[in-house]
Nanobody, 126 residues
Framework: QVQLVESGGGSVQAGGSLRLSCAAS????????MGWFRQAPGTEREEVAH????????YYADSVKGRFTISEDNAKNMVYLQMASLKAEDTAMYYC???????????????????WGQGTQVTVSS
């Protein structure tokens, strides 16, 4: 059974940094797509970034380009989201998602990912 477990969320002041981690388990695929989404209260879940473990250009939402970096450690089945220069509008629940297929450097939606973690809260105070 595929499991995704996020960690690393918390409270930080604007301008600060956080690193989110997602531990994946329960599968044997060597290459797959891992993404991060976020959802603030009263809003729809939006894609933040994704990366294909087989290589290629990661995708970033315009709102986080230049501030967030997604990376993966395939040997450890981990994916990370390094967040810098955080803003109040980055406050949201952040979710890790997986899709055992190729993904390009273009935006993807919730329906493109079949597996989800429970989320980790990020709160940025201004």
């Amino acid at each position: 059974q595929v499991q995704l477990v996020e960690s690393g969320g918390g409270s930080v002041q604007a301008g600060g940094s956080l690193r989110l981690s997602c531990a994946a388990s329960g599968y044997t695929y060597a290459r797959y797509c891992m993404g991060w989404f976020r959802q603030a209260p009263g809003t729809e879940r939006e894609e933040v970034a994704h990366i294909y473990t087989g290589g290629g250009r990661p995708y970033y939402a315009d709102s986080v380009k230049g501030r967030f970096t997604i990376s993966e450690d395939n040997a450890k089945n981990m994916v990370y989201l390094q967040m810098a220069s955080l803003k109040a509008e980055d406050t949201a629940m952040y979710y890790c998602a997986a899709d055992f297929a190729y993904c390009s450097g273009h935006t993807m939606g919730e329906a493109d990912f079949g597996y989800w973690g429970q989320g980790t809260q990020v709160t940025v105070s201004s």
